[in-house]
């Protein structure tokens, strides 16, 4: 049995079985990027709910595995060379886990690389910028009188899905006719901007093709309809 017991992590969040991976979570668009590729790839793992409304990710524990506060974090007792792995960053973690399971990052170098920088658009453009504009029109922002930050962000929300709705043009998937990490970046981010945010309307959402495709494309894996509701929230 592995001991991950040198983790402090594990003290809150004890592993019922510290022989797979551990993942520690909420499902917000970041959250399910990594249930969903869990799901899609079917390694075991074992799900923490972390209460970032409790500000759970900024006790001592939770910031042993992830100084910088945030969620997804990992803790994989089969790392590398058989060592335990603590990771955070969602975008790391999609890719350690793609190469780790082989799945949904090809082979190739130049398609590896082409997949990668789609991770990397969403990870500083799609999803702060999406981020941001959720604030500003659905929580404590949306109370400023001043609507010019929610207008700067709603604009440059509205260039950059452009690109994607550009980049998807006689494709079924970012790749091509290939699902991969890419795609389980973005899906629930877009998810979250016309549903939970509510703000398809500030981004003229309802003037694309590909893009709503791709989405019910998406959404209608079984790995992603299982992955968007892990880890489940507390009754």
Same mark, same amino acid.
């Given at each position: ?7 402090? %992590? ?14 520690? !979570? ?25 209460? %970032? ?31 335990p792995l603590?990771?955070?960053? !969602?975008?790391?973690?999609? %890719? ?23 991770v990397m ?11 941001? #504009? ?29 690109? #994607?709705?550009?980049? #998807? ?24 901007? %016309? ?9 003229q959402y309802?003037? #694309? ?27």
């Amino acid at each position: 049995m592995a001991d991950l017991s040198a983790f402090p %992590i594990t003290r809150k969040w004890p592993a019922q079985d510290p022989n797979i991976l551990q993942l520690y !979570s909420t499902p917000t668009p970041n959250g399910v990027k990594i249930s969903i590729m869990l799901e899609e790839t079917g390694l075991p793992y074992e799900p923490h709910f972390i209460n %970032i409304g409790a500000d759970e990710t900024w006790g001592p524990e939770y910031l042993s595995l992830n100084p910088n506060g945030k969620i997804p974090a990992i803790l994989d007792p089969d790392g590398p060379n058989g060592e335990p792995l603590a990771l955070f960053e !969602s975008g790391a973690i999609l %890719i350690y886990l793609a190469e780790k399971t082989g799945k949904l990052l090809p082979v190739d170098p130049a398609r590896r690389y082409e997949v990668i920088q789609w991770v990397m658009f969403q990870m500083g453009g799609l999803g702060p910028m999406f981020g941001q #504009l959720g604030f500003f029109h659905k929580f404590a922002g949306k109370d400023f009188e001043d609507k010019r930050p929610r207008d700067r962000y709603a604009k440059e929300s509205a260039r950059l899905i452009r690109v #994607l709705e550009t980049r #998807l043009e006689g494709r079924d998937w970012i790749l091509g006719d290939e699902y991969t990490i890419a795609d389980i970046s973005m899906l629930g981010w877009v998810r979250n901007l %016309i549903g939970f945010y509510g703000a398809g309307e500030l981004v003229q959402y309802d003037e #694309l093709k590909n893009v709503p495709k791709w989405l019910e494309r998406g959404l209608a894996r079984p790995a992603v309809q299982r992955g968007l509701d892990i880890p489940k929230r507390p009754a």
